[in-house]
């Protein structure tokens, strides 16, 4: 392992140890299209040529910011790389006003985008920035396209100059820069080394189920997130193919063609699947309905390990069989392991999952600690349900006195570019507070309690930790999100969007007299009476001052695009309140 110390070393070891004719695979026109491990390098190599031809200089900044995961990211990523310029991803989901703000704080001067609607967000801000030109992966009328940097780097007269720059580039050389999607404020810069990147990619392939050259991998989750990264330059290590995903909506389409053995998740995909199979089955009748709720039920009670004893596991053997055998069959039938990772997972969808034989491997990390800190591995005991591993090699966890996870090894970030205040806020030593509260067990297994800085006090001097309720109370069918508010107030409240989509076939299903559109239902008395159920559940495992005394319901879907969520899905906190200001007075007043 010890040739591998950059990020462009990847796809070279690979060639070495583990070449393949399908290293990189993405649908075009209805077709997949494999790249070969040789071809990759080579038509990285040729960008590299070209971007050297373009004037580019060590520690130049170039952003990539593409819709979909595509080979052709690949491609500039290495060619970018190896000549010591620096690859900036950007979330294309963002608004144009923070494209201007990622591409003027990054300095970038290139940008390669996937897309036309990409393009246009570019566009409409490029003249405020000091990029000089645009280039697409796609073709589109009035934009270079990116197969100009094949022609520019065709002639290989200056690869001695790409071989040059690769030998200067050294293992702490900075490598990207990825802006996180910040819940308050200006997203910051994280700046991030080769080894940085590198060593944890490596400290990371012990935990998972690959085998050298055989395991397909369906890749989805965006690239431009230092989860999917790492994952990414893990696989290019063990020679296997990746696949890529024609997008969310495509994936159990995409899945039933490629027969992965090997994703990586967000949970609310999981829980995404589950709600779409449990609406399936709610549709049957008879004996075929019963069977499959006497298998969900069996599902929620699964341990690892065989731990409910053989009676238990020969039922389970006839439920995978019989029920479990079409959730495999919807994702390509030979799905055994999922890595799930930014967001809690719900322990019942673990144990679903699980006893569905395609077991959920919760992992931790930030874009700070590039990323991985912890992951579960089910061999050799290394999973427990609840919990998100055990802190893989290299990497020191320790807890402070206040709960908060603490971070220390190779892959803890170099700093934010050009703040070196709010680096200093978040380093003591070679610790990086990660914000996070957590405990580790007897067994060494680390588990993620809640967010320092989202724990609150009611007017009462009471603690409230409003990640314990939320977690708790998404776990219902009924809600999509949910955020617990009542700092300085009397009591704890919470503002929830309801999942429109399952309610609206709940009334179909139980011929409610109920309007179906998003606003009748937020406004429907009857739901909010339904909706309290789940709350009132939920409030009895907690004590009385941490219990949710009232809710109201969002007339909208809570998104990227509306403003309430980060690209990953996280919730602004101080956003969400603001936008419902009035149901938060409603409330309280």
Not at 71 to 93: K, R, S
Not at 291 to 302: D, H, S, T, V, Y
Request: aromatic share 10%; charged share 25%.
């Amino acid at each position: 392992m010890t040739d591998v110390t950059r990020l462009f070393d990847f796809p070279y070891y690979q060639l070495k140890h583990k070449p393949t004719d399908a290293a990189l695979v993405t649908k075009y026109n209805g077709k997949w299209v494999k790249t070969s491990t040789q071809e990759y390098i080579d038509k990285a190599n040729a960008i590299s040529r070209a971007l050297l031809r373009m004037g580019i200089q060590k520690n130049d900044k170039i952003a990539v910011i593409s819709s979909t995961n595509r080979t052709e990211w690949n491609f500039m990523d290495i060619g970018i790389l190896q000549i010591g310029a620096q690859n900036i991803p950007i979330y294309p989901t963002i608004s144009s006003e923070d494209y201007e703000y990622v591409l003027n704080h990054s300095e970038s001067i290139y940008c390669f985008v996937s897309d036309k609607e990409v393009l246009d967000k570019v566009n409409a801000i490029k003249d405020k920035t000091s990029v000089k030109e645009v280039y697409s992966f796609d073709k589109i009328d009035g934009c270079k396209h990116y197969s100009e940097l094949f022609e520019m780097g065709y002639d290989e007269s200056n690869q001695q100059t790409v071989e040059d720059r690769k030998s200067d580039v050294k293992p702490d050389d900075l490598a990207t820069i990825i802006y996180t999607s910040g819940t308050t404020g200006k997203p910051k810069g994280v700046m991030l080394s080769h080894w940085n990147i590198t060593s944890n990619s490596l400290d990371s392939i012990p935990r998972l189920p690959i085998v050298e050259g055989e395991t397909r991998v369906l890749s989805f989750l965006p690239i431009c997130h230092i989860f999917e990264r790492v994952l990414i330059y893990i696989y290019q290590h063990a020679g296997v193919s990746i696949y890529y995903a024609e997008g969310l909506d495509k994936i159990a389409e995409n899945a039933r063609e490629v027969k992965p053995n090997l994703m990586s998740v967000v949970p609310r995909l999981l829980e995404k699947v589950y709600d779409t199979i449990h609406a399936k089955a709610e549709e049957l009748s008879g004996v075929k309905k019963n069977m499959f709720f006497w298998a969900l039920k069996l599902g929620e009670e699964w341990k690892p390990y065989g731990a409910n004893g053989w009676w238990y596991e020969f039922q389970l053997g006839i439920a995978r069989k019989l029920v479990f055998s079409k959730w495999r069959a919807a994702l390509g039938g030979e799905l055994t392991t999922m890595v799930s990772g930014s967001a809690p997972l719900q322990p019942r969808l673990s144990r679903i999952f699980g006893a569905a034989g395609m077991q959920v491997m919760e992992g931790y990390g930030l874009t700070e600690t590039s990323p991985v800190v912890s992951v579960g591995m089910y061999a050799n005991h290394n999973y427990k349900v609840g919990t998100v591993g055990k802190p893989i090699d290299n990497v020191e966890v320790k807890i402070a006195e206040d709960g908060e996870i603490l971070i220390k090894g190779p892959n803890v970030m170099l700093g934010y570019y050009k703040d070196p205040e709010k680096t200093s806020e978040v380093m003591t030593g070679d610790y990086f507070h990660t914000g996070d509260k957590g405990e580790i067990d007897a067994d060494g297994f680390l588990k993620i309690t809640g967010r320092k800085k989202e724990m609150f006090k009611t007017s009462g001097g009471k603690y409230i930790i409003p990640t314990l309720l939320e977690n708790d109370l998404k776990q219902s069918r009924f809600i999509e999100q949910i955020m617990v508010v009542g700092e300085g107030e009397k009591m704890p409240a919470a503002l929830i969007q309801p999942n429109f989509e399952f309610i609206k076939d709940w009334i179909k299903r139980k011929k409610k007299n109920i309007g179906t559109s998003n606003q009748e239902i937020a406004d429907s008395e009857e739901v909010h009476n339904r909706i309290q159920e789940e709350v009132d559940n939920c409030n009895k495992k907690f004590g009385h001052w941490e219990q949710i005394k009232r809710f109201e319901l969002t007339p909208d879907v809570w998104s990227v695009d509306g403003g309430q969520l980060t690209p990953t899905m996280k919730m602004k906190r101080d956003v969400i309140k603001g936008i419902y200001k009035d149901l938060y007075d409603k409330i309280y007043n």
